[in-house]
């Protein structure tokens, strides 16, 4: 799918934030803990959710949407334990499995999610925390299996604070016998919303939010309602395009504590931020200066809105150095934003960008779904039309995309690529209920 957008349109309005992507999809995984119905409210209607989804089915849960962004799932006794490469390889998430499956004292088998472009993404922190925690864990012919045998907590130290290996440990932990320590644990706000889903269930976890998390392990987990929090990384993406278009962007239903490292450098660069309960304003008011970013684990300034901030210093008058400290490959959007006039230099972990006065409308490319968003901020400043292709990115983790944009004046147009899948942009408008007919929603190339 393609989405061709016409630049110079200051982004003028308020947009709903969605549930979090990155918290939804690790309270499906663990949903497969509890005997009971779990509900799970504030979902975003996102393809990433529609993939594991997917895998729920797999392994015999049953899920059923209800309404637009409310979940019921319900699991049997015995799943199946096994997830086909076929879905693992198209998310990484689908690796959150391992440790809610682990969780039920179960032999696990899930292939090894591929890397992607924004690093070789390995697992061995997840593996070390499973073996310590009393499963035999292979790895043959590109799958993980886990075997429990002796299944008793114990202290695991990670190297890095890896959110997904703090999740699958916290998971496995759940179920064990005896206490479990998580040292160096992430500290991020889906590990909080984790943590707090699964007490709702019945286990016993303490400290999430701080780099020590402490889990009590039992076989009892009930069902649950529970709400998913706000999707602090696309409310950075409309804030960051309120700057970039140069306009002024409401965010609403947001935890503004989630957002303090972005609002800090969205200031930085001069513009001006208005902060009211759960609802931020952003308004460009002038010109924008040059600053530096670090990207850190939590609560440091994000990498998945690296990519975004990477457009707004491209505008910034002067010379602003980006350092990604999180993941090895994720400066593949700067190749595309030179080719719309952007003068950036790469050079390992280091991006140095020297803002220019404007940037042109070209035909570009998605590599993953952050550099893709922005992408389509990039094309809202930009003089002239954008093309950007391999759009479908975009929709894998923002809800209602499109639909989002354009109600805040964004000249958006969604177009079918040789190959679509249907309904893929039906799921950029906000009207995917409907989605699952025929028809692509797209409008004809
Ligand atoms: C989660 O990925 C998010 N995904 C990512 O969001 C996010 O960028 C990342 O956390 C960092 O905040 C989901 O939650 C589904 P990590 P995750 O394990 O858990 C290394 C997006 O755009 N590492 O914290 O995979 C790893 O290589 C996505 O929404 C090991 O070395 O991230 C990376 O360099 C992209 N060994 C660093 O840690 C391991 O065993 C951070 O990875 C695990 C990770």
């Given at each position: 799918m393609k989405l061709v957008v016409q630049g110079g349109t200051p982004l003028k309005g308020r947009v709903r934030i969605s549930g979090a992507k990155n918290s939804s999809l690790v309270l499906i995984a663990a949903s497969a803990i509890s005997s009971g119905e779990v509900i799970l409210d504030n979902v975003p209607r996102i393809a990433d959710v529609k993939t594991q989804l997917e895998i729920v089915r797999v392994l015999g849960g049953q899920v059923v949407w209800e309404g637009r962004n409310t979940l019921r799932l319900k699991w049997p006794e015995r799943l199946n334990r096994e997830i086909p490469y076929s879905l693992a390889k198209k998310i990484r998430a689908s690796n959150l499995f391992l440790g809610a499956l682990a969780a039920k004292r179960g032999q696990v088998k899930i292939p090894l999610p591929g890397g992607c472009n924004i690093g070789s993404r390995p697992m061995d922190l997840h593996l070390k925390g499973l073996s310590m925690l009393g499963f035999d864990v292979s790895l043959e012919h590109g799958f993980?299996?886990?075997?429990?045998?002796?299944?008793?907590?114990?202290?695991?130290?990670?190297?890095?604070?890896?959110?997904?290996?703090?999740?699958?440990?916290?998971?496995?932990?759940?179920?064990?016998?005896?206490?479990?320590?998580?040292?160096?644990?992430?500290?991020?706000?889906?590990?909080?919303?984790?943590?707090?889903?699964?007490?709702?269930?019945?286990?016993?976890?303490?400290?999430?939010?701080?780099?020590?998390?402490?889990?009590?392990?039992?076989?009892?987990?009930?069902?649950?309602?529970?709400?998913?929090?706000?999707?602090?990384?696309?409310?950075?993406?409309?804030?960051?395009?309120?700057?970039?278009?140069?306009?002024?962007?409401?965010?609403?239903?947001?935890?503004?504590?989630?957002?303090?490292?972005?609002?800090?450098?969205?200031?930085?660069?001069?513009?001006?931020?208005?902060?009211?309960?759960?609802?931020?304003?952003?308004?460009?008011?002038?010109?924008?200066?040059?600053?530096?970013?670090?990207?850190?684990?939590?609560?440091?300034?994000?990498?998945?809105?690296?990519?975004?901030?990477?457009?707004?210093?491209?505008?910034?008058?002067?010379?602003?150095?980006?350092?990604?400290?999180?993941?090895?490959?994720?400066?593949?959007?700067?190749?595309?934003?030179?080719?719309?006039?952007?003068?950036?230099?790469?050079?390992?972990?280091?991006?140095?960008?020297?803002?220019?006065?404007?940037?042109?409308?070209?035909?570009?490319?998605?590599?993953?779904?952050?550099?893709?968003?922005?992408?389509?901020?990039?094309?809202?400043?930009?003089?002239?039309?954008?093309?950007?292709?391999?759009a479908e990115l975009i929709t894998r983790g923002y809800e209602a995309v499109v639909g989002k944009f354009s109600a805040m004046g964004a000249k958006i147009k969604a177009l079918a690529d040789e190959g679509d899948g249907l309904g893929i942009c039906a799921g950029l408008s906000g009207h995917e209920e409907d989605r699952d007919d025929d028809q692509t929603g797209c409008a004809s190339s």
């Open positions: 993980i299996e886990a075997v429990p045998k002796k299944v008793e907590g114990c202290t695991i130290y990670l190297d890095f604070p890896s959110v997904g290996a703090t999740e699958n440990i916290m998971m496995a932990a759940a179920g064990a016998s005896g206490t479990t320590v998580i040292e160096n644990a992430a500290k991020e706000p889906e590990i909080v919303d984790l943590a707090n889903f699964l007490n709702a269930m019945g286990a016993k976890v303490r400290g999430a939010g701080t780099d020590l998390i402490r889990i009590d392990g039992t076989q009892e987990f009930h069902g649950t309602r529970f709400s998913v929090i706000p999707d602090r990384i696309e409310a950075g993406t409309y804030m960051i395009a309120a700057g970039v278009s140069g306009g002024e962007v409401t965010v609403e239903n947001v935890i503004v504590k989630h957002l303090q490292p972005v609002i800090a450098k969205l200031q930085d660069v001069g513009l001006e931020v208005e902060v009211n309960e759960d609802k931020v304003t952003v308004r460009r008011v002038g010109e924008l200066t040059a600053t530096d970013i670090k990207t850190l684990p939590y609560p440091g300034f994000p990498t998945d809105l690296q990519s975004p901030m990477m457009v707004l210093l491209a505008l910034a008058k002067g010379t602003s150095v980006i350092v990604e400290n999180v993941f090895e490959n994720r400066f593949q959007v700067a190749d595309e934003l030179k080719r719309m006039g952007a003068k950036i230099q790469v050079k390992g972990h280091t991006a140095v960008i020297e803002g220019v006065e404007y940037l042109s409308g070209a035909q570009v490319k998605a590599s993953d779904l952050r550099a893709g968003a922005s992408l389509l901020l990039a094309g809202f400043a930009a003089r002239g039309e954008t093309e950007i292709s391999v």
